[in-house]
């Protein structure tokens, strides 16, 4: 199953996490050097819920964290 919202469509992007070595030039020092950067992904923070559909019917999707709390899905 992808990891993908139901209502707002926010999926996995790609990122990079990179890592700094030294002091920076604001402390003193002659300025951070990057050491390595290494791929990853930032997750939606997805809910499997119950929620009631047009006609009147529940149906178990996949929602974002966000689109729950801004209130745009209605839990049975």
Do not use: D, W, Y
Request: aromatic letters at 2%.
């Amino acid at each position: 199953m992808a990891r993908i919202c139901a209502i707002t469509g926010r999926r996995p992007v790609k990122g990079s996490i990179i890592n700094r070595k030294g002091q920076s030039k604001k402390s003193g020092g002659i300025g951070t050097h990057v050491t390595s950067i290494t791929k990853r992904k930032f997750r939606p923070n997805l809910q499997k819920i119950r929620i009631r559909t047009a006609n009147g019917g529940t149906k178990r999707v996949l929602v974002s964290v966000k689109a729950i709390k801004a209130g745009l899905v209605e839990k049975v």
